[in-house]
């Protein structure tokens, strides 16, 4: 019995192996899902997942995320029949293992998730920084550790952290080893009454989105956690409009070895099953933009917000007014309007005191000289 069992999980083995996972070990084949690296993943990444069955007849599912590929595995050879005692005891033994490894996973999320709360209050908030000026987009509730990292939460619907996301000034992306991640969110900006929240995958995505379009906007990390983050707006919200800002992947079928379009099939999946609105940027053949802040990039951000305007527009939901800038203070006004002679008066006043009379304290004289030369206005 236990050989058969190791040459079914070896076979299983070596189909999650092509498939491009790489799970430490043998696979575990007791019906439930398991997530693991994929070939090519950063460190912390977990973009594979797969479930095995291991019964009369052996079978699986495997999915890699990174190429979209998913695999209904079946084993060529039957397990062998169990005498009913043995059945029982195989199927109390694989619950029991499920029981005790469910339980090592919860220690090992509540231990990460100790150390993101750590990491999260020693940090200090984020205000400027290298990818968000290459992003062009602001920190939203991001903070920057003493590396000079940026930290984005990772928190379930009651608003609980469980991680952190790092950003480094060149771009890289790392999760914290070992913890939770489906489910996990953040979130940016309050919905209002009625309106729509969009969810898109990544932080800049999200940000440049609620930036250009106003709406609240939820990060999700990344395809594969598109419908678990859905599917939780949806149970806390049955009736709000909910849209899925899908990443294009449109470069994928063009390879030589053509993969799936992951973000847009991962997008479109989702809003099926929650019943939402995909929203997908467009991009020419040779582009290397994928999501809609490379679409802001390559076009503007007026020529986004139009585009997004028309394609909510045909399913109802229209773009609200974004706030105006704040108006300029008086004496900002007196500046721009000083006259030639008013500097000269200033620069006077200046070279007379104590102050040096350096552009920038010239202007502010001056519009100061301005404001107390100002008539009185008149009164009714």
Do not use: C
Request: hydrophobic residues 40%.
């Amino acid at each position: 019995m236990a050989q058969a069992r190791a040459e079914v999980q070896a076979e299983f083995a070596g189909a999650l192996h092509r498939a491009g996972l790489r799970p430490k070990g043998v696979p575990i084949m007791d019906g439930k899902k398991h997530r693991v690296p994929v070939e090519g993943d950063r460190r912390g990444r977990l973009s594979g997942t797969y479930i095995g069955h291991l019964d009369a007849f052996p079978a699986g599912y495997i999915h890699n995320f990174k190429t979209g590929e998913e695999i209904r595995w079946k084993s060529p050879r039957e397990y062998p029949a169990l005498a009913p005692v043995e059945r029982e005891r195989m199927k109390a033994h694989l619950a029991a293992e499920r029981v005790k490894r469910a339980a090592a996973r919860r220690r090992r999320e509540l231990a990460v998730a100790d150390k993101a709360m750590t990491a999260w209050n020693r940090a200090r908030p984020a205000q400027s920084h290298r990818y968000l000026t290459r992003k062009n987009v602001a920190a939203h509730d991001l903070r920057q550790d003493r590396k000079g990292n940026l930290l984005v939460p990772m928190r379930d619907a009651a608003g609980r952290l469980w991680g952190l996301q790092t950003i480094t000034a060149e771009g890289e992306k790392l999760f914290m080893h070992g913890g939770r991640k489906q489910g996990l969110h953040l979130a940016i900006g309050a919905p209002a009454p009625g309106a729509p929240i969009l969810i898109a995958e990544g932080y800049a995505t999200a940000a440049t989105l609620r930036e250009v379009t106003g709406f609240a906007v939820i990060a999700a990390f990344d395809s594969g956690n598109l419908l678990d983050v859905a599917r939780s707006v949806r149970d806390r919200d049955p009736a709000r409009p909910i849209v899925i800002a899908a990443d294009n992947d449109h470069h994928l079928p063009r390879l030589p070895s053509p993969l799936p379009n992951v973000g847009l099939e991962k997008a479109v999946a989702a809003a099926e099953v929650i019943g939402g609105v995909v929203l997908s940027p467009s991009f020419a053949p040779g582009a290397k933009g994928t999501d809609w802040n490379d679409y802001a990039a390559e076009h503007g951000t007026v020529a986004l917000r139009a585009l997004t305007a028309a394609t909510l527009r045909s399913h109802g939901i229209e773009l609200p007014e974004l706030p105006r800038p704040a108006p300029v203070p008086r004496a900002a006004e007196a500046s721009t309007s000083m006259t030639q002679a008013e500097r000269d008066v200033a620069r006077r006043r200046l070279r007379g005191g104590s102050q040096a009379a350096t552009p920038g304290a010239v202007e502010r004289e001056a519009a100061r000289q301005a404001q107390r030369e100002r008539p009185p206005r008149a009164t009714p």
